[in-house]
């Protein structure tokens, strides 16, 4: 990070009118800057103030080291007025160590899960994965769930009415049918062929975003595991979380 060595970091900053940046008259020291950030709490406008200020000390070390003034370019064009900002050196400092302070360490935990399967259908799985994300204690962070499989798959659907999982069951079953004179491959029996289709028309990986310690699916989402063969199976879910 870029910190000057005597005096004070003068950046000018070129932005829209009524941007976070063009304030009148323009804030001059870190003090002033808290009403930039519209109505949040103390913290959240700390830590943008903080982000501010180091993006802005590096594009002005960039500007620099390229033997130009030290500007950091915050339009994509020229055209709108300049609005010149002053950093004392020791604010820089300080907000790289608050930085610090706040990062959290990236962990990772990972599982297999096991499902038993009856027939033909979906099978929603939401519980069984929320409570493994919550056992794991993250607060911030990715689910990723892959289906070991090649005739089952996942998806994200209706959770409230079971016509909607009826109506997928018939589609499916329509636009790849059991029938034995259009598919070579029957190994396994009449729903061989077409379970291997189902699952290539659907997905056996999903990625879903945690946030605040829930899983961010809206209301009416469930997780499903998609059976594809008629007989019952064992069916293996790779969980993978990445977070904090």
């Known amino acids: 990070m870029f910190v000057p060595a005597t005096g004070a970091a003068t ?13 009148d008259p323009p804030w001059r020291d870190v003090s002033q800057l808290t009403d930039c950030f519209g109505n949040t709490n103390a913290r959240t406008r700390r830590a943008r103030i903080d982000h501010l200020l180091l993006n802005l000390s590096v594009a002005a070390h960039l500007a620099d080291a390229q033997g130009g003034s030290s500007r950091a370019w915050l339009g994509k064009t020229s055209k709108h007025p300049p609005v010149c900002r002053i950093f004392p050196p020791a604010a820089l400092r300080g907000a790289h160590a608050r930085l610090r302070r706040q990062r959290w360490p990236v962990k990772q935990v990972a599982t297999i899960l096991e499902f038993s399967t009856r027939r033909q259908g979906l099978v929603e799985i939401t519980r069984h994965v929320t409570d493994w994300v919550a056992e794991a204690g993250f607060r911030q962070g990715l689910l990723t769930l892959f289906c070991r499989h090649t005739s089952a798959s996942l998806l994200i659907q209706e959770n409230a009415a079971p016509e909607v999982r009826a109506d997928l069951e018939a589609y499916f079953a ?71």
Not at 231 to 243: M, Q, S
């Open 174 to 244: 329509r636009i790849a049918p059991e029938d034995p004179s259009v598919y070579a491959h029957d190994d396994e029996g009449l729903d061989d062929m077409p379970a291997h289709l189902r699952t290539a028309l659907t997905q056996v990986q999903l990625s879903i975003p945690l946030i605040d310690g829930r899983l961010a699916l809206g209301t009416w989402q469930g997780i499903y595991l998609f059976e594809h063969r008629r007989r019952p199976h064992r069916r293996t879910v790779a969980a993978h979380l990445l977070g904090a």
């Open 11 to 23: 950046l000018t900053c070129w932005s829209k009118p009524g941007s976070m940046l063009a304030h």
